[in-house]
């Protein structure tokens, strides 16, 4: 139409987005700058005293058991995201090329998202029948001889953790890949074995290349969720702590300053990874 | 005389961009008008306008004498055909040709008689159950036609309808559309980039550029006698050599060009004016019937191509690219690098004064390509 | 041939998913009706008794089932049109639209105790005492970025012809919204009032310092860490379940036709 290329201020489009940002700027920006500036107060035994020091950001880096665990949250976190990668990408390739009817593939999914309403501290907990030292894994690995005996090793461990969390967080990598693979425009592989590419090459360049925004959008997700995630380590994850359940402490401390500190520290990180994918991964082809 | 549409003044910015440039025209009732230009020239932003789909800077739009200027489209005595087709991809054929309809609270019974006669016009019956994307891009087409003429508009807007089409169905759909335009009387204001359709389809031809009108008139007006260089070389193909006057003698202007003088009818000119020579393909001629012109031209053939019945050379004349469009097959003995003459009548030159009609210093450079 | 072994693999290893994601759901189920307090096999005998223990002297887990239960709904029904008005603005470009974007994902991409703690601090410098409320905005911060997600992903770029087709076609405003514009969004609207409701009912980790009383989750977080696990907790966790498949069940059959209707 070759009219306004260029956006424009539209009176219209800011009153329909005013209640959404209204609430966001009251109870999300808000509460984050105030952690922003409680991180750079002192902190004294019973709080804090409104003076501004950065003793809390120098306790971070100086104090392997909080740096420490933050990375091996991250550590953990990134095998959950990778894992999670792997085994979701086959499951929505198959319901987006695999399976034909829009109503079957809502069946489908909605099938996978309802163990989701079952609490997140329940799910965890539901694993304790197939991971304990009497659970079924360890009885059918003994059973066929793969084990003398029973390892304690596959409940309260970070086995178990990580397990737990790569099965609660597949799911929503499934649904951004599922969401963005469906919108991929048919004709494209017919256009790509026309120029004689094989099954794989028109894999690797059409699907794998063009889900880039939908497995950029699930990464983010699930790497961050789990990094964020106390519940899961402390409840089955034996000895294993994880970062939230460091900031938690430092709450239950009232130490406020340096739990903020931690906090401010891990978002930059989540901002950064967040950027970083999203630059790769062209994330604005979700939208158009 | 009662007109369906009247423009006035019309002027429409976008930013820095002025797109519609102070338009005004008017569409007598039961007309064809079309609006042709090069890409961005305005012409579907004056649709839109026309429409009530964006509101002019200034400007007034009457429809049968009433001023819809600020009335919204809905309120408007017309519906339209869009690029795209916009066809309700929720809903079946059936239902997105009855939604005008449901609209004006007609009862059931009668839309299903209206919606089985649109349908029979663009003859689409048997899809009435589908939906749309089941259709081929041709059969979407008829369909957006049908949903627009059901529901007896006065005016019928249609924006590049035929655009997304291929060239056979694009012939095909045409004489459907001027066969439907004759039937049903409908005003028809119809936007598109495709000259030869336009000449085909349309009773009146509004040329515009960069958001002002370059002419207006009916397809043999513009093409026997356009008004600038701009309308020569959009409409057909064209001859055209730059030259100033000479002399003005009588009626009778003498134009100096580097391929020598020439004789044309005055149209109000004084020496020393920059002006043009023009005429079209068909009026020259070659070989032994270039020999009895009034004017002859030696050069070199760089292209031939033949077009059915005819046969179109492109010779170059002392760096000059000259056109001619001969009947019947290329001659004995001439291909590319062979020398030949060609020749044109007096009759057949007209003299273009100006290369764009906005009176823009700016236009007439980029048209002139300076 | 190669194309329906691959999808013969393939679909076993989707079952295979499957079940990954319910075995230990099954087991769950199972084991909360099992008549000694064994989390583990061997499986001891039917019985009701942990039943008995949720609806007695556990009854603080199903007063926290219901209050989860509310504070869900209430999101989703407050969650709902404010994702959906914010996205219909999306259906065109303007100046500013995509900073709006990023600032209403922040939300998501946001670790959630972090979040959480920022929340206690807005709180506590407010001076307004932690409640069941208390959690409504916090809720509603992670599930609208979502909602405007599905929104803005799902939408047809050629809305806008549908609706100037509409217009000239003598549809008001009003009637475009309804039959052209609304339909057609339809999917995204559910689809993201579930997600609302889905994300606010399992939602732990954001509520963590500023709801209480404890929701479900936050109440078996408390149970677990100071008494262990047991049947009893696997006994709600199945009654979830159940009642999941149920309401499942039930709107399936109820918008069978909102279904058939929607099929684009």
């Given amino acids: 139409m070759g009219e306004a290329a260029a956006p424009q201020r539209l009176v219209s489009s800011y009153l329909l987005l005013a209640p959404m940002l209204g609430v966001i700027i009251a109870f999300l920006i808000v509460p984050l700058i105030m952690v922003g500036i409680v991180s750079l107060y002192r902190p004294t035994g019973t709080g804090y005293v409104l003076e501004l020091n950065l003793s809390s950001y120098v306790r971070f880096f100086t104090d392997p058991n909080i740096y420490g665990i933050l990375l091996s949250t991250l550590a953990n976190s990134a095998i959950v995201t990778v894992m999670a990668f792997i085994l979701a990408y086959p499951v929505a390739y198959f319901l987006t090329m695999k399976i034909r009817t829009f109503r079957a593939k809502t069946i489908l999914l909605i099938a996978m998202l309802i163990p989701f309403w079952i609490d997140f501290t329940t799910r965890a907990l539901s694993w304790i029948p197939w991971l304990g030292i009497q659970g079924i894994l360890n009885q059918v690995l003994t059973g066929l001889g793969i084990l003398r005996e029973p390892s304690p090793i596959f409940l309260f461990s970070p086995f178990a953790m990580l397990l737990v969390m790569i099965q609660g967080y597949t799911l929503f990598m499934i649904a951004p890949i599922f969401i963005v693979m469906s919108k991929i425009d048919p004709t494209l592989y017919e256009a790509a074995k026309a120029l004689g590419a094989s099954p794989l090459k028109t894999f690797y360049h059409i699907n794998l290349k063009l889900t880039m925004p939908g497995i950029g959008v699930g990464t983010v997700f699930v790497f961050l969720s789990s990094v964020a995630d106390f519940a899961t380590p402390r409840l089955i994850g034996g000895l294993v702590t994880s970062i939230g359940q460091v900031i938690r402490d430092q709450v239950v401390f009232l130490n406020l300053p340096l739990a903020s500190a931690i906090s401010v520290i891990l978002t930059l990180i989540a901002l950064a990874i967040v950027m970083t994918v999203f630059k790769l991964m062209n994330i604005r082809q979700v939208f158009e | ?353 100006k290369a764009s009609s906005s009176g823009l210093a700016d236009v007439e450079r980029i048209i002139l390509g300076e | 041939m190669a194309r329906d072994i691959t999808k013969i693999i393939l679909a076993l290893y989707t079952a295979g998913m499957v079940f990954f994601i319910y075995a230990p759901i099954i087991t769950m189920v199972l084991f909360s009706f099992n008549s000694s307090p064994r989390t583990v096999p061997p499986f001891d005998g039917p019985s009701l008794r942990w039943y008995e223990v949720l609806f007695g002297q556990k009854a603080i887990l199903l007063e926290a089932f219901t209050r989860s239960i509310f504070l869900a709904i209430l999101t989703m029904l407050i969650a709902t049109p404010l994702f959906t008005i914010a996205g219909l603005a999306y259906r065109r470009r303007f100046k500013g639209d995509e900073f709006a974007f990023y600032l209403v994902t922040i939300g998501i991409i946001m670790p959630g105790i972090t979040y959480s703690l920022g929340v206690l601090i807005f709180y506590n410098t407010l001076g307004i005492k932690t409640s069941l409320w208390t959690g409504l905005p916090v809720h509603l911060v992670w599930s609208v970025p979502w909602g405007l997600i599905l929104m803005r992903a799902m939408i047809d770029p050629n809305i806008i012809y549908y609706e100037e087709a509409a217009k000239t076609l003598g549809a008001s405003d009003w009637q475009t919204f309804r039959r052209v514009t609304l339909p057609l969004f339809m999917p995204a609207i559910l689809g993201g009032a579930l997600f609302a409701f889905t994300l606010s009912f399992t939602e732990l980790i954001r509520s963590i310092f500023i709801v209480s009383p404890n929701t479900l989750p936050l109440q078996v977080l408390a149970e677990v860490t100071v008494w262990g696990v047991s049947p009893y907790i696997f006994a709600i966790g199945s009654l979830i379940v159940l009642i999941s498949l149920a309401l499942l069940l039930l709107s399936g059959f109820l918008l069978r036709g909102v279904f058939e209707k929607l099929q684009i």
């Avoid at chain 2, 939906?131 to 807007?157: D, H």
């Avoid at chain 2, 459907?176 to 049903?184: D, F, G, N």
């Avoid at chain 2, 920059?274 to 030696?298: C, H, K, L, Q, S």
Wanted: glycine fraction near 10%; include cysteine; charge should be positive.
């Fill in chain 2, 1 to 353: 005389m009662s007109y369906s549409v009247e423009a006035e003044n019309l002027i429409k910015r976008f930013g820095k961009t002025v797109a519609v440039n102070n338009v005004s025209f008017k569409i007598r009732k039961g007309e064809f008008f079309c609006i042709i230009g090069p890409s961005g020239c305005g012409k579907t932003t004056t649709l839109r306008l026309v429409a009530g789909l964006i509101k002019p800077d200034s400007g007034k739009i009457y429809m049968n004498g009433v001023d819809y200027t600020n009335i919204p489209t809905h309120k408007r005595p017309l519906s339209m055909v869009f690029q795209t087709w916009a066809l309700f991809p929720h809903m079946t054929v059936y239902e997105n040709v009855e939604f005008g309809l449901r609209m004006r609270n007609v009862s059931e019974a009668d839309r299903k008689e209206a919606v089985k006669w649109a349908l029979g016009l663009v003859k689409m019956e048997e899809f009435a159950n589908r939906k749309p994307r089941e259709l081929s891009g041709g059969q979407q087409q008829r369909v957006a036609i049908a949903r627009a003429l059901v529901v007896r508009p006065e005016i019928l807007l249609l924006d590049e309808p035929l655009g997304n089409l291929d060239f056979k169905l694009q012939l095909r759909l045409q004489e459907e559309l001027k066969q439907i335009h004759r039937v049903t009387g409908v005003t028809f204001l119809y936007v598109t980039h495709d000259q030869r359709q336009a000449m085909a389809l349309g009773d009146t031809i509004m040329v515009m550029n960069m958001g002002i009108i370059e002419q207006m008139g009916s397809p043999i007006e513009l093409y026997s006698s356009p008004s600038s260089v701009f309308v020569a070389r959009f409409v057909g193909e064209s001859n055209i050599l730059e030259g100033s006057v000479k002399a003005v003698e009588g009626g009778t202007a003498i134009v100096e060009t580097h391929l020598g003088d020439f004789q044309l009818q005055d149209k109000n000119v004084r020496a020393g004016d920059r002006v043009w020579v023009f005429w079209r393909p068909e009026d020259t001629y070659i070989g032994r019937d270039a020999m009895d012109a009034d004017y002859r031209f030696n050069g070199e053939v760089l292209d031939i191509t033949t077009a059915g019945s005819v046969t179109n050379y492109k010779v170059s004349v002392g760096g000059q690219l000259l056109k001619a469009t001969v009947k019947g097959l290329p001659m004995d003995g001439v291909e590319s690098g062979s020398k030949i003459t060609l020749g044109c009548k007096k009759s057949g030159l007209k003299l273009i004064t």
